[in-house]
């Protein structure tokens, strides 16, 4: 499914948005200051599209917000506009990680004292096909919730509905890169 | 102008495309609304399936029904228009876990066929704990807590019983304000236990099931796989590939000089020179990404292309606007 031209055009602008605040020093960058300054603008640009109603968005922003250096504040702050910047950074800072670190906590505890009492009772078992599915589910799982940003803090139906959302997304972000690289090369023809 | 054209011109197919597959007024008025932000979030998708089927599953009065949750979707914010999820919707729709309830498919013309391992449990909760999520204007992580709502009534409720308005009041009761859920009457199915936390785990197993049909259509090559392991595995790929698609993307624009160019946008605009750039923007000459493109350029994107040409000569812009400014 491609992503639509209205969610390429949104991301488009808000990455030149971010990415102007770079243009005073752009001299003094090298290569990979430069990659990460593009990289940093398009995934709050990209993030912001959603206007924080997805945890994967809120995740991308607390990234781009937290790391050291005021010019990144400004740069959420930037592409964000004012209120909503403001709206969204107090879901991210309030609402999100408490909330879930508690939830990941008690389900880890959870989780703890069940094995144990699993492994005493059902220690000599044979591996049925199915908890051989079930373990290798469970494993992908886990590496995706390592891939999608925030997604540590998702249950189950919450991780999949943000992978859609997430995959969409990227789909334009690399759309919007690609044009933009072969567009140069196009105009930089003799 | 060309592009626009080009938008429409596919919204117009999609549109033909929803007449044939029988969709109602309402649907076929969303699906082909025109590219505003607030025409429909994506998972906002995942949320009609259910008050849509329950709709297609009594079609008399669907289309007053229809028409609730069509303001909801396009209430969320940082929503944008899908066009081409017309078949998304359609087999969300009816492949969905929601739709096929057994007692009613005697009405039903629409109802999907082959195996319906759905209890109307699946249907009623999900019919009355979807709508408050959307008529509730909050993110979807609010999904659990809904849920949970719904389910701690169940257990209160001991006796498992058929409610006789079940669908119809279901859907008259999601087009109101949802606030307090009512009692889910749960009918159990033959052969499965009736307690209520199997019966949630099967609701929670089949919601994951419904998702993961999704994610399946839109990842490549993933219809053909079965098994939950093998499709996470090609999920997983997918999303990695596109991560590195962006991260090597965004090391190729490093090298041009990119970042400047938006200081020349006005000057470049005020001249009547813009076709020149915008030839060089046929995508013709352009390679194809791997899901297929079309157009994506609009206005201002053209000055922009003008000014991201890599002068390899003396690798800086300010030459190149300089010979901008000439060719103006």
Redesign the interface.
């Given at each position: 499914?491609?992503p639509?031209?209205?969610?390429?055009?949104?991301f488009?602008?808000k990455w030149?948005m971010g990415?102007?605040r770079?243009?005073t020093s752009?001299k003094n960058m090298s290569?990979l200051e430069?990659?990460k300054?593009?990289?940093l603008s398009?995934d709050v640009a990209i993030a912001s599209?959603?206007?924080?109603?997805?945890?994967w968005?809120r995740a991308l922003i607390a990234n781009g917000y937290s790391k050291d250096g005021g010019d990144d504040k400004h740069l959420v702050e930037q592409i964000l506009g004012p209120e909503s910047e403001r709206l969204i950074m107090k879901k991210v800072l309030t609402g999100g990680a408490s909330v879930c670190n508690k939830r990941m906590r008690s389900k880890k505890i959870l989780k703890r004292s069940c094995g144990i009492q699993r492994t005493r009772k059902f220690a000599p078992q044979v591996a049925l096909a199915s908890s051989i599915?079930k373990r290798?589910?469970r494993k992908?799982?886990q590496?995706?919730r390592s891939?999608?940003p925030g997604g540590e803090f998702?249950?189950?139906?919450?991780l999949?509905?943000?992978?859609?959302?997430?995959?969409?997304s990227?789909?334009a972000?690399?759309?919007?890169?690609?044009?933009?690289?072969?567009?140069?090369e196009?105009?930089?023809e003799p | 102008m060309a592009t626009r054209s080009n938008?429409t011109a596919s919204d117009r197919g999609e549109v033909e495309v929803l007449e044939s597959l029988q969709f109602t007024d309402e649907i076929q008025h969303l699906m082909s609304a025109p590219?505003?932000?607030n025409a429909g979030?994506?998972?906002a998708l995942?949320e009609l399936p259910a008050p849509q089927a329950v709709q297609l599953l009594h079609s008399p009065e669907s289309a007053k029904l229809i028409a609730a949750p069509v303001p909801n979707v396009e209430d969320?914010?940082?929503s944008?228009?899908?066009?081409?999820?017309s078949g998304?919707i359609e087999r969300a729709a009816r492949f969905s876990v929601f739709a096929g309830e057994g007692n009613n498919n005697t009405k039903k013309s629409n109802s999907p066929e082959t195996t319906s391992n759905i209890s109307s449990a699946n249907l009623e909760k999900a019919v009355k704990s979807e709508p408050a999520e959307s008529e509730s204007s909050q993110?979807?992580?609010s999904?659990?807590t809904v849920e949970k709502r719904s389910i701690k009534r169940k257990d209160r409720e001991k006796k498992v019983k058929e409610s006789k308005k079940k669908s119809k009041t279901a859907a008259n009761e999601s087009s109101e304000d949802a606030e307090k859920l009512p009692y889910v009457h749960v009918r159990a199915r033959r052969g499965q236990a009736t307690d209520s936390h199997s019966l949630a785990e099967r609701a929670?197993r089949e919601?994951?099931n419904a998702?993961?049909k999704?994610?399946q259509?839109?990842?490549p090559g993933c219809n053909k796989i079965s098994?939950?392991?093998l499709v996470?595995?090609e999920?997983?790929n997918?999303?990695?590939s596109?991560?590195h698609?962006?991260?090597s993307?965004?090391?190729?624009?490093?090298n041009?000089?990119?970042?400047?160019?938006?200081?020349m946008w006005p000057e470049v605009q005020v001249n009547g020179n813009r076709q020149q750039?915008q030839q060089?923007?046929h995508f013709d000459?352009?390679?194809q990404?791997v899901?297929?493109?079309?157009e994506?350029?609009?206005n201002?994107?053209t000055p922009?292309?003008?000014l991201?040409?890599?002068?390899?000569s003396t690798n800086s812009v300010t030459l190149h606007s300089n010979q901008l400014k000439m060719e103006l």
């Open positions: 499914m491609r639509p031209s209205s969610l390429r055009q949104e488009l602008k030149m990415l102007q770079y243009s752009k290569i430069r990659k300054a593009i990289k398009a599209a959603r206007n924080g109603t997805t945890c968005s599915a290798l589910v992908r799982t590496i995706l891939l999608i998702m249950n189950d139906v919450t999949i509905e943000e992978t859609l959302d997430y995959i969409i990227l789909r972000q690399v759309d919007v890169m690609r044009s933009l690289a072969s567009a140069s196009l105009a930089s | 938008g590219t505003t932000d979030f994506f998972t995942l969320f914010k940082g944008f228009h899908f066009p081409s999820n998304l993110p979807l992580v999904d659990p929670r919601k994951i998702r993961m999704l994610l259509e839109l990842v098994g939950t392991a996470l595995d999920i997983i997918h999303v990695q596109l991560q698609q962006v991260e993307g965004s090391i190729i624009d490093c041009f000089p990119s970042m400047v160019m938006p200081m750039y060089q923007w000459a352009l390679q990404p899901w297929g493109r079309e994506v350029c609009n201002y994107i922009e292309n003008s991201l040409s890599y002068d390899s």
